[in-house]
């Protein structure tokens, strides 16, 4: 059984910075791609940026390339995603998830998620 559990969330002003972590129990964790999706209330949960087992390839949703950059550290089974330039639009619950489907940007493509955590940004 593979556990997700996020951190970093928090209040930021519009601008600012955060630094999201995933860490990921289980001994085979570079051997999947990993992801970011995020969710507010009433809407679906939408992709944010995935990347390979490696940590040579990413992918990004285009309203955050840029902004947001996602990274590994497989040495401590850790996810990451940095967010520069934050907007009042990207408050949300951010998930990390991994990969059961190669390219994937639904959720149907992933199989262990965590619990989330939150992300305000005020204006």
């Known amino acids: 059984q593979v556990q997700l559990v996020e951190s970093g969330g928090g209040l930021v002003q519009a601008g600012g910075s955060l630094r999201l972590s995933c860490a990921a129990s289980?001994?085979?964790?570079?051997?999947?791609?990993m992801a970011w999706f995020r969710q507010v209330p009433g809407k679906e949960r939408e992709f944010v940026a995935r990347?390979?087992?490696?940590?040579?390839?990413?992918f990004y949703a285009g309203s955050m390339k840029g902004r947001f950059t996602i990274s590994r550290d497989n040495a401590k089974n850790t996810l990451y995603l940095q967010m520069h330039s934050l907007e009042p639009e990207d408050t949300a619950v951010y998930y990390c998830?991994?990969?059961?489907?190669?390219?994937?940007?639904?959720?149907?493509?992933?199989?262990?998620w965590g619990q989330g955590t939150q992300v305000t940004v005020s204006s």
């Open positions: 990347i390979t087992g490696s940590g040579g390839g990413t």
């Open positions: 289980g001994r085979t964790f570079s051997a999947y791609d």
């Open positions: 998830a991994r990969s059961k489907r190669s390219f994937s940007t639904t959720t149907t493509g992933y199989d262990y």
